[in-house]
């Protein structure tokens, strides 16, 4: 059994910056790619970032430049912290991570950006 939690979200002000974190429980023994993807309202899933165990990163374009991802291994966590946020970066959040060849996803956290 795996659990996936995320925290972090919340409200914010356009320009504003939130840090996302997620954290993996369970018979864990070595988990791949982990990511953040998103969805809003109306839209579907799309990926934000991935980062690879070996710390390889990888960004959607519309989060280049803006948001971070970064990883703790010794902690099955992994970090999304995300600055000058946009009014349409407004989505839940949801944590991925693979391992044993299946994908695990967290319950999701909603980031709203507005003024």
């Known amino acids: 059994q795996v659990q996936v939690v995320e925290s972090g979200g919340g409200l914010v002000q356009p320009g504003g910056s939130l840090r996302l974190s997620c954290a993996a429980a369970?018979?864990?023994?070595?988990?791949?790619?982990m990511g953040w993807y998103r969805q809003a309202p109306g839209k579907q899933r799309e990926l934000v970032a991935t980062?690879?165990?070996?710390?390889?990163?990888t960004y959607a374009d519309s989060s280049k430049g803006r948001f971070t991802i970064s990883r703790d291994n010794a902690k099955n966590s992994v970090n999304l912290q995300m600055n000058s946020l946009k009014p349409e970066d407004t989505a839940i959040y949801y944590c991925?991570?693979?391992?044993?060849?299946?994908?695990?996803w967290g319950q999701g956290t909603q980031v709203t950006v507005s003024s």
């Open positions: 369970g018979n864990i023994f070595s988990i791949g790619v």
């Open positions: 991925k991570l693979n391992l044993g060849g299946r994908g695990y």
């Open positions: 980062i690879t165990s070996g710390g390889r990163a």
